[in-house]
């Protein structure tokens, strides 16, 4: 039976799954794996976590040199998180011939070329499942069982928070910001929320899973971000009203313009199978040339589900005699010639205030026409506030962006008809 030694760096929520799975299925590796696999090192300064989880401290150990000069260390799994120190660590352990399984997104989505680099040179395997969505295996579908096709498109709810924020929202019609605080003191969104409600978790995902699903490095700097922070009660109900559930929705689309890489917050029509992701859960759609449709769904955080991600892959790479590289020009700004386009269509949603005098909409909707904007649906809600206004709402047919954006310039300018524009929400 082959022997696998692992050490764990960082025993936090993953790496306190990811430890436990390791040591209670150890039988299970033997029998249907034929693989040893035994914890030979765990590097951790928490005396209190390491009690809690009854980690031996014969392999406890503060060094990082430690762990990579260890013979009987063959792959070292890293669950630190953030930049520094994890990226150092890493490296090192790749120069002294280990294998790496990571969870950490943000350092593979800005220093994959890096690390990429490091392995090839080293002849050793860099593997990270568990990177994005959790325990939903996208990454070994992506790169393993999707060769007879071409990927066309990828869309996802790739972020728990903002769904569980959004779903409570939209079941319990509270605001963002209260609905906010309820899960930071249940410990389901983060005391410093930043990376989950501005879509930088989403996009560093994104960017990690456009680039395997087209073959192509897609950098971060590529992948249009728009968080949560300013959506509203009052539009997720109108769009219900209308037919659509709102999501923070990470996007990746093959156009003839370029691949498209977007996160934001966007209407999809209630039928749509990613609008019956609900709370913390996550889900990708991919649509491939010949297999069709495809949606995985699950746990995209969490001790044990991100534990199940890391685990497999660390029995994938133990199993190989020669490791993974991706296919494509890994380097920091992409291929040259490859084109990105900011310039995305698609249908749009806006909710403005206006003055309920006649011409208005006359106005609003020359506005539209002069950029070439193709309304679909017009509605006034209710009746004029003490101001004279009333909520008018627009849906467009599918136009450009530069388009909108022009057209929202020149409506702004409309100040005798127009009191604000309060919403413009991407229908896709
Ligand atoms: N914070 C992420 C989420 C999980 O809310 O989905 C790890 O990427």
Redesign the pocket.
């Known amino acids: 039976m082959k022997k696998v030694g692992i050490a764990i760096l960082g025993l936090g929520t993953v790496g306190g799954g990811t430890y436990q799975i390791l040591t209670s299925k150890k039988q299970y590796f033997a029998k249907y794996h034929n693989l040893d696999v035994s914890v030979e090192s765990v590097l951790e300064i928490n005396e209190a976590r390491l009690k809690q989880l009854g980690v031996d401290p014969a392999i406890v150990t503060k060094n990082i040199a430690e762990v990579v000069s260890n013979p009987n260390v063959d792959i070292v799994v890293e669950l630190i998180g953030g930049i520094e120190a994890a990226k150092s660590f890493i490296i090192t352990a790749l120069k002294h011939g280990k294998t790496v399984v990571t969870a950490n997104?943000e350092l593979i989505a800005k220093y994959w070329h890096e690390i990429e680099e490091t392995a090839k040179a080293n002849h050793t395997g860099f593997y990270f499942e568990a990177s994005c969505v959790?325990g939903v295996p996208i990454i070994r579908t992506l790169t393993e069982s999707m060769q007879a096709n071409e990927i066309i498109s990828i869309k996802g709810i790739?972020?728990?928070?903002?769904n569980y924020i959004l779903t409570k929202m939209a079941d319990e019609g509270r605001d963002f910001e209260e609905v906010l605080k309820a899960a930071q003191k249940k410990g389901y969104a983060?005391a410093d929320p930043t990376?989950?409600v501005e879509g930088f978790?989403a996009a560093y995902?994104l960017s990690i899973l456009s680039s395997l699903a087209f073959n192509v490095k897609v950098p971060l700097d590529k992948v249009y971000r728009e968080g949560i922070s300013k959506v509203t009660k009052e539009d997720i109900f109108l769009g219900k009203e209308l037919g659509y559930t709102l999501k923070l929705l990470a996007i990746g689309k093959k156009t003839p313009a370029g691949s498209e890489v977007r996160v934001h917050p966007t209407f999809i029509k209630n039928e749509h199978p990613l609008a019956s992701v609900k709370g913390?859960f996550?889900a990708v759609y991919l649509v491939g040339d010949n297999v069709g449709e495809i949606m995985l769904y699950g746990k995209?955080?969490g001790a044990l589900p991100t534990g199940s991600a890391v685990v497999s892959d660390i029995i994938f790479a133990a199993g190989k005699a020669d490791h993974f590289y991706v296919p494509f020009i890994n380097s920091k700004d992409g291929e040259k010639g490859v084109r990105f386009n900011d310039d995305f269509s698609c249908e749009y949603y806006l909710r403005m205030s206006v003055i309920d005098k006649p011409g208005v909409l006359a106005k609003i909707a020359g506005a539209m026409g002069s950029n070439n904007v193709s309304l679909r649906e017009v509605i006034q809600r209710g009746t004029a506030q003490q101001d004279g206004s009333v909520t008018l709402i627009l849906l467009t047919h599918i136009t450009n962006e530069k388009s909108i954006k022009a057209a929202i310039r020149e409506i702004e300018k409309l100040t005798d008809a127009v009191v604000s524009i309060d919403a413009m929400i991407r229908v896709e």
């Open positions: 997104k959790g790739i972020n728990g928070t903002t983060e990376a989950d978790d995902k913390s996550n995209g955080a």
